[in-house]
C-alpha cells in the first residue's frame, strides 16, 4: 500500500533497528527506507540480515546489517558503535527485537520466564542505554524535530491478561515502563523522545505463527476483531513513521495501540437484535413491578 506520508519525511536521519531484519521490524526498516532513511539492522541470524540488506538495498535504501543478540551487551555497545561509523551517526533506535513462546504459568521454568525478560525489557533496556550517547549528541536541537527518537515495539496483552503469556505480559509491561520512564529523563535532559508501539495480531508474522498458529485458529476469527481485520506490518510502521516524523515531534512517553480496537473487546454473547428486545421485556417488568423489589434495582 502506498504512503501517505511525503517521501521525504524521514530524510537525512539514521536508524538502527533490532530484529530489523524479519516480519514487523523489517516493514519498519523499510518504510523508514522509503521515507528517506538510512537503516542499521542488527539480528541475531545471518542469512536472515543478508536477506534484508539485499532487499533494501534492492528498493535503493542505504542498509547495513550487524549481527548480534540484544541479550549481550557487548553485542549491543558493538552494533550501536558499528551504526554510527558506519552512516556517521544515530538518530532513530526501534527496539523491534522480541521473544515469545506459548506456555502455561505451571509449565514454564523460571528460566523460561527470564529468557523473555531478558531479549525483551533487559535487551531494550540495554540497547537504549548504548545508544543515548550517540542519541543525545546526534539529536539535542539539531534539527527541526529536535533530539533523537527511540521507539520500543511492545504489545497489548498486558493491559489486561493473556492466557499462556504470563512471561510476555511480564516483559511487555516493562518494555511501556521503559517508553515512559526514559522520555521523563531523557526527554527532559536531552530532548530525547521515547515512545511506544503496541500491535495487537499482526498478520504475517514471526508472532502470530507461534501465538496463534493454524491449528489454532478456526475460519471466522477474523469475524471478532472490531474493524474486521488483522492488522498488517504496514499499519505498524506506518505508525512508526509518524512518530518518527516530524509530525510526532510533541509526543514524548506515549505508547499507541495499533490493534483496531482489540484490546478494548469483549466475546459479544447476545446479538444486538436480541439485546433490544431483552432490554425492553426487563424495563416493562422494572414498570410493574412495586418499588424496592429486587427486580427495580436491576
Ligand atoms: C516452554 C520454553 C519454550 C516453550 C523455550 N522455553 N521455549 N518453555 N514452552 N515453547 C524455555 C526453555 O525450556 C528454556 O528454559 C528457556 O525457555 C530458554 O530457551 P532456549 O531455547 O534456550 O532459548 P533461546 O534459544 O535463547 O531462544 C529464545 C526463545 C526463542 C524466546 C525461546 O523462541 C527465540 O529465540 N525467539 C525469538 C524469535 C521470536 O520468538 N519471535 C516472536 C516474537 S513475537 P529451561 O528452564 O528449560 O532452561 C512477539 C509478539 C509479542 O514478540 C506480542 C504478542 C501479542
Redesign the pocket.
Known sequence: MESPFKVDALKGKVALLTGGGSGIGFEISAQFGKHGAAVAIMGRRRHVLDDAVRSLKSLGIPAVGFEGDVRKREDAQRVVEATVKHFGKLDILVNAA??????AAE???S??FR??LD?DAVGTFTMCREALEYLKKGGHGRNSSGGGLILNIS?T?HYTAAWYQVH?SAA?AAVDALARNLALEWGTDYDIRVNGIAPG?IADT??MS??APEEMTSGNSRDQMPLYRLGTKWDIAMAAVFLASDAGKYINGSVMPVDGGLWLSKPRHLAKEAVKELSRTVERRSRVAPTGTPSSKL
Open positions: 522480541a521473544g515469545n513462546f506459548l506456555a509449565d514454564l521454568s528460566n523460561g529468557t523473555v531479549i504489545a496483552l510476555v511487555k495480531p514471526p508472532g507461534k501465538l
